[in-house]
């Protein structure tokens, strides 16, 4: 039960990065570690843009 609790956590892994606008995305670990130097087009298309959310206020 354990390495299935383990494997799903590492599934569920976000980082979260700073593009050079300043705007700040909620980005799946997995799917940044597949490009070397993400463009910002990049981390519009496979992450959540946080800068927007009303609790960053």
Known sequence: MSDE????KQE???KWIKAES???????VAALE?????TEDQLKMICVDESMNPQNE
């Open 12 to 14: 569920l892994s976000v």
């Open 5 to 8: 609790s383990k494997t799903y």
């Open 22 to 28: 300043g705007t700040t995305y909620l980005c799946p």
């Open 34 to 38: 597949r490009l070397e130097d993400p």
